[in-house]
């Protein structure tokens, strides 16, 4: 079997201790971040897996390509379900966009919107209130501001359309990731929220050039 070595970065957030109540008595304190050259399969060594004909080892490459997949199509129901006009309204199978749903459409995407480990609610909220003093520092703008900025990205498809307010939140972003001291923390939501609205600016302009009429 044919093996590579690739190059990780593992980063450690702060943990909470708590009781069998749930309450918090303590916290770990964050870890340094660690470089870790890993050893993965190359591409000749899957290639040769997968010829060899159903195994193990063939299983478990298949369901973690086709888990891609399936976050894809997730995150596709949460964008249907942010936008739907009544809360009690069902989500269905003829929601998802199947052309979204290809190798060559998903190789095309920012890796951070490809659909990945889901964001617990507790690191949105870390990450929505960690963009809020940051930002206010970075460009001096009023808090009302910056919130609106947070509501967006609470529920993003209420701008998708509209490319103008689309890259000034690529912009705000932008300067964010560059000036957090928290990055680490706040790294995928920041990333996942950046790389949908880069793809969206993206087809938008397709969408206006005339050229692909």
């Known amino acids: 079997m044919s093996y590579t070595t690739k190059t990780f970065t593992f980063h450690f957030k702060k943990r909470t201790v708590k009781d069998e109540t749930g309450a918090v008595i303590g916290e770990i304190a964050k870890k340094p971040s660690i470089v870790v050259d890993l050893p993965v399969l190359s591409a000749e060594g899957i290639a040769t897996i997968l010829l060899n004909g159903p195994s193990k080892e063939t299983e478990v490459i298949l369901d973690a390509v086709n888990f891609m997949f399936y976050q894809a199509a997730r995150q596709q129901f949460d964008d249907v379900i942010e936008s739907l006009p ?9 929601d998802l966009n199947f052309d979204r749903l290809q190798l060559s459409y998903l190789a095309n995407l920012p890796p951070a919107t490809r659909g990945g480990s889901s964001i617990s609610e507790e690191e949105w909220a870390f990450f929505y209130k960690d963009y809020l003093a940051v930002m206010i520092a970075a460009t001096g703008k009023e808090e009302r501001r910056i919130n609106n900025h ?12 509209n490319q103008a307010v689309l890259e000034v939140l690529i912009d705000q972003l932008s300067i964010y990731i560059s000036k957090s001291s928290n990055i680490e923390d706040t ?20 969408a206006n050039d005339p050229d692909a009429l």
């Open 150 to 161: 947070i509501e967006h990205f609470k529920k993003p498809n209420r701008c998708r359309a």
């Open 86 to 94: 009544n809360a009690d309204d069902e989500v269905k199978a003829s």
């Open 187 to 206: 790294a995928p939501a920041a990333e996942r929220l950046l790389g949908k609205f880069q793809s969206w600016v993206a087809q938008l302009a397709v």
